[in-house]
């Protein structure tokens, strides 16, 4: 029996990866159907009582509002300032940026642009790829490097939603988790930096450029520190892109090197430049920025009144609400600086329909990607519930089953394990958070079954989710479609693959040290 209730705990995760890789299904098309397998097992073999794990998965969609809802509004922004004109006038400030310098270039726009881009709600696969093949890169190159780029603090994308997510589960405060996050990223982000210069040039690229790109990851990582220590995690991805960038520009000026070089723009760039100062093209994030200082920074009253006082607790689950926090949540300020960004980019009529047309084209797809892996999550968390919400047998839940037999089969060195359970997890739900949703309660029961730190094994799960976006299908198909190259990503997946599962080898090494600790 406890055989049987492994392999079906684990049929789920198993089918969702079959379909992403076999047949190439959508992420919400292989959430969903994975979902309802899910349901059907839940019920009639772990005897949990069909309200009860409708319930839960409704649970499980409330909780991805963070992240969900961070979906609808930064698409939207996105899209307004595409159909503005405001991302090809920042397309066109990357393009001059440090000309002479090949790995410096890589490192500012992919590693320090890339970061700020992902922190900001932007998709760096959708924008920075034609940036790359302006630029002369090889088609190759233009859709590797930003999907790698994303990994570096994918932590903290989305204004820091897989942290707020983390927290959630592991019953801590947001500003005390992110610490155990930020320790990883001086070796994580060092190691994404090399990898990128392996996929321009292979280790001859990586000797040529190993001081620059050494300089780039452990400025990230140290960010990151800083940041976590300074209690301001939402903003910690804005703060480590703009640190790489001006770090790498410094590095340029030590050496006497050109930073900008407006030479090498062409004709229609130079139109771009014309029509839209710099400012207005970046105002949109502006605004969230400095609403996102404004309501984290710990010096002011705001974090306290909006993340404690108005949690505004949603009971989907008994004795367990989830906190909806409106007013702290990023994508309520995604909204309200897109909104406030009207009067200064001045998009016509048709500019806001196009945009609002496109915006319910784009948007619900992946949005509804994220609350259904939630929804699953939640549905194997509470799984052999009765209907008074307690778990009578412990084999009738499904992250029991699995965490009986991980603690078994791998014991103490289990914090090896759990990064590449973590990169499963977020190649399967294509996000970290939702890596972080699904597998945290599963590593915390682990960890208390074999005597260890359960939070910072969670923590390198985590990181594991994040560097799944480098082998993502749904990520580089994004990046591919953006230069018209569809097709490609297979042949960027087959090197990328190895790249990943170095780097989450380097988060399990750290993992086990620190595990112990």
Not at 402 to 423: C, E, K, V
């Amino acid at each position: 029996m406890n055989g049987i209730s492994l392999v079906l705990a684990l049929l789920p995760l198993i089918f969702i990866f079959l379909l992403l890789v076999l047949r190439r299904t959508t992420a919400d098309v292989a959430g969903l159907a994975g979902w309802l397998l899910a349901l059907v097992i839940v019920i009639f073999w772990f005897q949990t009582p069909p309200g009860v794990a409708l319930q839960a998965s409704l649970g499980g969609v409330v909780a991805s509002f963070p992240i969900s809802l961070m979906v609808l509004t930064s698409i939207l922004q996105i899209t307004l300032m595409l159909e503005t004109g405001a991302i090809q006038r920042v397309v066109v400030l990357m393009k001059a940026v440090a000309p002479g310098n090949q790995v410096v270039q890589i490192m500012i726009i992919n590693l320090g642009f890339g970061t700020l881009l992902a922190a900001m709600g932007a998709t760096p696969v959708s924008i920075l790829p034609p940036i790359m093949l302006a630029m002369g890169y090889s088609s190759f190159v233009a859709i590797a490097l930003p999907a790698i780029g994303y990994d570096a603090l994918c932590t903290y994308a989305l204004l820091g939603i897989p942290v707020v997510v983390f927290s959630t589960f592991v019953q801590l405060p947001v500003n005390e988790v992110g610490i155990y996050f930020a320790r990883f990223m001086p070796a994580i982000s060092s190691c994404i930096a090399l990898g990128m210069l392996y996929i321009v040039g292979g280790w001859k690229m990586i000797w040529k450029g190993l001081l620059p790109a050494l300089i780039a990851g452990v400025t990230a990582g140290l960010t990151a520190l800083v940041m976590n220590a300074a209690r301001m995690i939402p903003l910690t991805g804005v703060a480590a892109g703009l640190a790489v960038i001006l770090v790498e520009l410094a590095y340029l000026k030590l050496r006497g090197e050109r930073l900008y070089d407006r030479s090498v723009l062409t004709e229609q760039d130079l139109i771009t430049e014309r029509r839209m100062p710099l400012w207005r093209a970046l105002f949109p994030w502006l605004l969230l920025t400095f609403f996102s200082v404004l309501i984290n920074a710990p010096f002011l009253p705001f974090y306290n009144w909006l993340f404690v006082q108005q949690a505004m607790p949603l009971e989907i689950i008994p004795n367990e609400p989830e906190k909806i926090r409106l007013w702290w949540q990023a994508y309520f300020w995604i909204l309200v600086s897109t909104l406030l960004a009207l009067p200064v980019l001045k998009p016509e009529r048709g500019v806001l329909r196009r945009t609002v047309s496109k915006w319910l084209k784009r948007a619900p797809r992946p949005m509804a990607a994220a609350a259904v892996f939630f929804a699953l999550a939640y549905l194997i968390n509470h799984s052999g519930k009765g209907l008074d919400w307690t778990l009578a047998d412990p084999a009738r839940n499904m992250v029991n089953v699995i965490a009986g037999a991980s603690a078994a089969g791998f014991g103490r060195l289990y914090p090896l394990i759990a990064p590449f359970l973590g990169l499963l997890g977020g190649f399967v739900s294509g996000s970290e958070a939702s890596s972080i949703a699904m597998l945290t309660r599963l590593h915390l029961s682990t960890a208390q079954q074999v005597g260890l730190a359960g939070v910072v094994i969670a923590a390198a799960s985590g990181i594991g989710g994040g560097l799944a976006s480098v082998i993502s299908p749904a990520k580089l198909q994004n990046a591919a479609a953006s230069i018209d190259r569809i097709g490609e990503e297979g042949q960027v997946l087959r090197v990328t693959f190895v790249i990943a599962v170095v780097i989450t080898a380097v988060c399990a090494l750290l993992s086990l040290v620190w595990a112990y600790g």
